[in-house]
């Protein structure tokens, strides 16, 4: 029997082999579309269960009054915390200090280098692969390797007792290597090195101080602890011994769990917006597939009452519908995996992989996707089977013999309501992309308040091996090119704009008593002239004179106004309860976006420091003549190649680098852009399907008005019509729900474009095209019929 | 006895009015009766024909098939019953379009969960009977009506049933597959004792009968 039915099962869908098509491209895409997106979730939501007890881990988080937050905190509160709480059963410091250059045998490597305290995996007992969690930091001059770096370097053989030079200068032994780390991990690791190595380091001690925060710590805590009372004391502590608490609003004990989304906010967004993609893409499939099946169980009215007739029961019937659509639902999943890992998988890490790391998918670790989708499989298998057929198995055989079925109204409702839902889910991810197109068009063009072309940007953080050889070629480079007539400027400076760094400082104006948080950086006097950024008030940075005693300052408009000030004559910039003169103030440059629109132009301060530093400088960046660019790259090239360094010199356009920031953007775009052509495919496959289902339906009806004189143009008009009705309505559902969640959205932005009507109208435009293109084939061609043939068969 | 009508009224409401469809109806089928329904067009002969084959209910009046009364049967052991006892035959043959010549045959004895030895040796056995041997592998589209309606008697025939319900078997056949088709039907009914009940507008075709019961308006004549 079964096999009868599975032969059956095969020759319908060849059958009606269009439609099987249809339903299985459908099918086929939307599947593999889920699975690439749940498979993203999935990899995100296990990528932190290899941290055992990760409950009972903590992390702080600092409020600021005036809004802002941080994980980050002071260097001694950590100690502070261990001796004064006995709740805290073990924390360590997490950070890094520069990436430190590391020697094995002949091989020369970079890596993410981050410090931590020797109790380290007391908090964090992640597997480790070699070596013992006890051991692993008992020594100070240890290094812990993750899988991937002990990959490169040694292979499969086990490295422990090894030694590396870092450095040039420390002999360090290998005592441990991770279990491999999902790259959606909140560990972003390549070593890990203990930081009492850093208690030599001057620089670091300087930092250790109770004013600059540059770690944030991880506690783990007993289960039994208090949370809010631990808050409390924890609030105390900082009240007490920070050097300026008065900002501080207040402290956040933080559950481990949330460290990620802390640290990067739109991952939040990426994995809802994953979650819920998916759920609709999975919901129009399934919709689709129901509206096309009660389509075909129409026609099969009559072939079910025969078998009826013959003996069949309802069980067949729906045995044979579900086995039909299985068939379909199965080879859509071979389909959809052959997309998933031929195509799909490498898209997204192409897309995603720059911030988040490649996944991989495995089939130790990721079964459960596997089973997840065959699950998901028979779901639709079955819903998809059983729901049409109810209403059909129940209808008497005596009407069903005659292919009537009374076309209750309550299907027509319910069918048209799927259509509605389609269509807002369609329209609402054109709205999506639309908008987000604008905004990303809008953010890519704004005017920053530099100009951005015909900029080189030149990394220069190169890793010396001899700095002092270093600095007089590059003194001769600089000569070069300033004595070159197609450059017009030349300049040296830590950051650039997009790549400024997080380091706040906290100014105060003893006048108006105003504390104002500062983003820092240094650059040379070439750097406003280079990007073309106007002085406000006051001078530049000028190298005859400003070489002296006092290093000078720049700041902001904003700053200046964040102090309450409309002059900066004879202004200094000064530290809270500091004997510190402070530095002086020369000048007052406008707003510029050094970060990228999402967020607010910052306080930002600039310190003077003279160019031919390339130590303290990690760009260079050079104004030259339209044109000219690839000539003057290729002589800076040039001139780095007889420079001993041990990364390789790199350099871009600042336009691109500008551009480079909305990279994450980018790929939600695109990823939107995909999912609006695929729901509204999806969609136009299950109208395709049911209007040649109605089309068949209505024949004599179409071929009686053709009798009585009707055009083709009525027709069509006649049968299209209604759905094009239910698009409207589709599109007036969505519209409101696409201004909601982009207006949230856009609202992120610190600078954002405004929702402007005709981004709705073009949205309902291209879904009104897409429909009126695939029902105009359909509705054309049955329009065209002979109305002799089609009156006849009834 | 094969079968008993008694008192069998069948209406639908219409208009807030019951408007008759069967009226009053007796009848009593013989085992080996050929027996022609006719009436003009809306006079009830299909309505009784499918009361008769349990496809339809009534709304009134007593049935009794093979001394079970039907009336008082639940759904599940009427279909039962005509399943085992009734072979029908349409007017337009409602054949399986996705099955062969053979497959359709094949199917009641499906639904009966024959063995499929079995099953093979009864189908080859009919289509040998029908002279259709030939035809086995081709699709009901493949064949002319009067091939078409030739495979809906076999298939009704293949069950083994007591008797077979004819609704207008030649009503899409030419004369001359119509007069084939009605000399099989005379044929299976005197050789094989097969009850026959056939619904015809053609006196012609009524004559091959035993018996005519003439319809109008749901009442009998």
């Not at chain 1, 997106?37 to 269960?49: G, I, P, R, T």
């Not at chain 1, 005592?175 to 909140?186: A, D, N, Q």
């Not at chain 1, 089973?371 to 089977?385: D, E, H, M």
């Not at chain 2, 493949?142 to 319900?165: E, F, N």
Request: charged fraction near 20%; include cysteine; charge should be neutral.
């Amino acid at each position: 029997m079964l096999l009868n039915h599975l032969k059956l099962s095969f020759r319908n869908l060849w059958k009606n082999r269009t439609l099987s098509f249809l339903n299985l491209l459908g099918l086929s895409i939307g599947i593999g579309s889920v699975l690439t997106l749940m498979f993203s979730v999935y990899a995100y939501y296990v990528a932190d269960s290899m941290i055992p007890e990760q409950e009972h881990i903590y992390y702080l988080k600092t409020h600021l009054n005036d809004g802002n937050d941080y994980n980050e905190v002071v260097y001694p509160l950590l100690d502070k915390i261990k001796s004064t709480s006995p709740e805290v059963e073990a924390g360590t410091h997490l950070h890094g200090w520069g990436d430190v250059w590391l020697e094995a045998g002949n091989k020369e490597f970079q890596n993410t280098t981050a410090y931590a305290d020797p109790e380290f995996f007391k908090v964090f007992r992640l597997p480790l692969k070699y070596g013992d969690h006890n051991t692993a930091f008992k020594e100070k001059y240890s290094i812990v390797l993750t899988d991937k770096v002990s990959k490169q370097l040694f292979g499969e053989e086990n490295p422990v007792g090894k030694s590396l030079k870092a450095a040039d200068t420390l002999n360090l032994t290998i005592t441990g290597v991770l279990e491999p780390i999902s790259p959606y991990s909140s560990f972003r690791l390549g070593v890990l090195l203990p930081n009492t190595l850093l208690k030599d380091n001057s620089n670091f001690k300087q930092q250790t101080n109770w004013s600059n925060s540059f770690s944030p710590i991880f506690l783990k805590l007993n289960p039994e602890t208090d949370i809010a009372l631990f808050e409390k004391k924890v609030d105390k502590l900082v009240q007490e011994n920070y050097a300026d608490p008065t900002v501080i609003s207040r402290m956040e004990v933080m559950p481990h769990s949330e460290v990620r989304m802390d640290s990067i906010p739109v991952v939040e967004i990426i994995i809802a917006g994953n979650i819920a993609t998916s759920f609709f893409v999975l919901l129009l499939v399934l919709v689709n597939l129901l509206n096309l099946n009660t389509s075909t169980m129409f026609r099969r009215t009559k072939d079910i009452a025969v078998r009826k007739i013959l003996g069949g029961n309802n069980k067949g019937v729906i045995t044979q519908f579900c086995l039909e659509n299985g068939i379909l639902v199965l080879f859509s999943i071979i389909i959809s995996s052959a997309l998933f890992f031929g195509f799909l998988l490498p898209k997204m890490n192409d897309v995603f992989g720059a911030d988040f790391g490649e996944i991989n998918f495995s089939l130790k670790n990721d079964y459960p996707v596997i089973l997840g989708a065959i699950a998901l499989g028979v779901l639709v298998t079955l819903v998809v089977g059983i729901l049409p057929t109810l209403r059909f198995v129940s209808l008497p055989v005596s009407q069903g013999i005659k292919g009537k079925i009374d076309s209750a109204k309550g299907s027509f409702i319910l069918r048209n309501s799927f259509i509605i839902l389609q269509f807002s889910i369609a329209i609402l991810f054109i709205c999506i992309a639309i908008i987000l197109n604008s905004q990303i068009g809008f953010m890519k063009k704004a005017d920053l308040g530099f100009e951005r072309d015909h900029v080189i940007v030149g990394n220069i953080d190169l890793d010396y091996k001899n700095m002092d050889a270093a600095n007089s070629s590059f003194k001769v480079l600089l000569n070069d090119l300033e004595a070159n007539p197609y450059v017009t400027q030349v300049s040296t400076s830590q950051s650039v704009p997009s790549d400024y760094y997080f380091n706040y400082t906290t100014f105060y104006d003893p006048n108006t008593e105003a504390d104002v948080r500062f983003r820092r950086s240094y650059t040379d006097d070439g750097y406003l002239k280079t990007l073309q950024i106007p002085l406000v008030e006051g001078r530049d940075f000028d190298r005859d004179f400003d070489n002296g005693e006092e290093t000078p300052v720049i700041i902001n408009r904003s700053a200046m106004e964040a102090f309450g000030w409309t002059s900066i004559k004879g202004k200094r910039l000064k530290f809270k309860n500091s004997d510190f003169v402070g530095n002086p103030i020369v000048g007052v440059m406008k707003d510029f976006h050094y970060q990228d629109l999402q967020n607010a132009v910052e306080p930002l301060v600039h310190y003077y420091r003279d160019e031919e530093n390339l130590a303290k400088h990690r760009y260079l960046t050079v104004r030259v003549v339209d044109g000219k660019e690839k000539e003057i790259k290729n002589i800076i090239a040039a001139a780095f190649t007889k420079i001993a360094t041990r990364k390789n010199y790199a350099q871009s356009d600042l336009g691109d680098k500008v551009s480079g920031q909305y990279r994450l953007i980018d790929g939600m775009l695109k990823t939107v852009n995909v999912v609006a052509l695929l729901t509204i495919f999806i969609s136009c496959l299950g109208m395709f399907g049911l209007i040649s289902f109605m089309a068949k339906r209505r024949i004599k009806e179409i071929g009686i008005r053709k009798v009585l004189g009707a055009g083709i143009f009525k027709i069509v008009v006649l049968l299209s019509k209604d759905y094009i009705i239910l698009v409207g309505i589709g599109a007036l559902i969505a519209f409101p729900i696409a201004w909601y969640m982009m207006s949230a959205w856009l609202g992120s932005f610190a600078y954002s474009v405004s929702i402007q009507w005709w981004m709705f109208a073009l949205a309902g435009c291209i879904a009104f095209f897409i429909t009126a293109f695939t029902l105009g084939i359909q509705a054309i061609k049955s329009a065209m019929a002979n109305p002799v043939k089609s009156l006849r068969t009834e | 006895m094969l079968l008993q009508l008694k008192n069998i009224f069948k209406w639908v409401q219409q208009g807030g009015q019951r408007v008759f469809l069967l009226k009053d109806i007796n009848l009593e089928v013989e085992e080996g009766e050929f027996i022609s329904i006719m009436g003009p067009s809306g006079s009830g002969k299909s309505t009784l024909l499918n009361v008769i084959g349990m496809l339809d209910t009534f709304d009134e009046g007593e049935y009794d098939f093979l001394s079970e009364s039907v009336h008082t049967l639940k759904e599940k052991y009427r279909s039962n019953l005509y399943k085992e006892y009734i072979g029908f035959v349409f007017q337009s043959y409602h054949l399986l379009d996705d099955l062969t010549v053979e497959e359709n045959l094949e199917m009641p004895l499906l639904y009966k969960k024959i063995k499929s030895s079995e099953r093979k040796a009864l189908v080859a056995d009919m289509l040998d009977r029908f002279n259709i041997v030939g035809k086995k592998d081709l699709f009901p589209t493949q064949l002319s009506g009067g091939q078409q309606q030739l495979v809906g008697v076999a298939r009704a025939l293949i069950g083994k049933p007591k008797l077979i319900l004819a609704d207008e078997p030649t009503g899409n056949l030419n004369s001359q597959q119509s007069e084939e088709i009605m000399a099989l039907f005379k044929k299976l009914n005197e050789e094989d004792g097969v009850t026959i009940i056939q619904v015809t507008h053609s006196e012609k075709n009524a004559e091959y009968g035993s018996r005519i019961i003439n319809l109008l308006d749901g009442r009998k004549i």
